[in-house]
Structures are given as structure tokens and as C-alpha cells.
């Protein structure tokens, strides 16, 4: 059973910010490696921001500046804060391990649409 819930999306003009958050199980998020990945209608699911047990991160250039990605690690759980949102981040946004992504191990949560007007 996968354990990973997503919550904080919604519907916002362009502009807006919103937070994700992503509560993980203890066994998918310690030590781990997180990221936040997006899938936009017709399109591939996307990694669109990392960060390491160690808090380093990493994101797409099209989200730099924008979007940041945190973990609380005492609760197993990884943020991502958007700001200044496009019509283009428009997408079903999921949170996983990056290796058990990678490996396409395990399944996905259910996602939290983020839904973007202009």
C-alpha cells in the first residue's frame, strides 16, 4: 500500500502562490531523496523540484525563483511552496522518492490538482 498523500492544491489566477505539502511513510521518506513531480494533461510526469536527506535541492528552470521545495523530516513530510504561478504550472502534482521513482518502484499517491487561470 502506498503511502503518500498530497494536499494544498487548488484553483488560483496567475500570480498566486500556493504550498503542497506531502505526507510520506517513514520507509519512503527517511534518508531518502524527495521530489515534487507535475503531469500536465497529454504530457509526461515531470520531476519538477528534489531535495536530499540533507536539504540540498534542486528544481526545473522554468520553476527557479518560483518554487520551493522543504522536508520537516520529523514528520515525514516535504513542502513545496509556489509562488508567482503560470498558466503553464497547470498540472496533477505528486510527491515520491526520487528512487523509487526512478526505479518505478512502488506506485504514486493520488496528487493534488493545481489548476492555474490567466
Known amino acids: 500500500q502506498v503511502q503518500l498523500v498530497e494536499s494544498g492544491g487548488g484553483l488560483v489566477q496567475a500570480g498566486g502562490s500556493l504550498r503542497l505539502s506531502c505526507a510520506a511513510s517513514g520507509s519512503i521518506f527517511r534518508d531518502n531523496a524527495m521530489g515534487w513531480y507535475r503531469q500536465a494533461p497529454g504530457k509526461q510526469r515531470e520531476l519538477v523540484a528534489s531535495?536530499?536527506?540533507?536539504?540540498?535541492?534542486n528544481y526545473i528552470d522554468s520553476v527557479k525563483g518560483r518554487f520551493t521545495i522543504s522536508r520537516d523530516n520529523a514528520k515525514n513530510t516535504v513542502y513545496l511552496e509556489m509562488n508567482d504561478l503560470k498558466p503553464d504550472d497547470t498540472a496533477v502534482y505528486y510527491c515520491n522518492s526520487v528512487i523509487r521513482a526512478k526505479l518505478a518502484i512502488g506506485g504514486w499517491g493520488q496528487g493534488t490538482q493545481v489548476t492555474v487561470s490567466s
Open positions: 531535495i536530499t536527506s540533507r536539504s540540498s535541492t
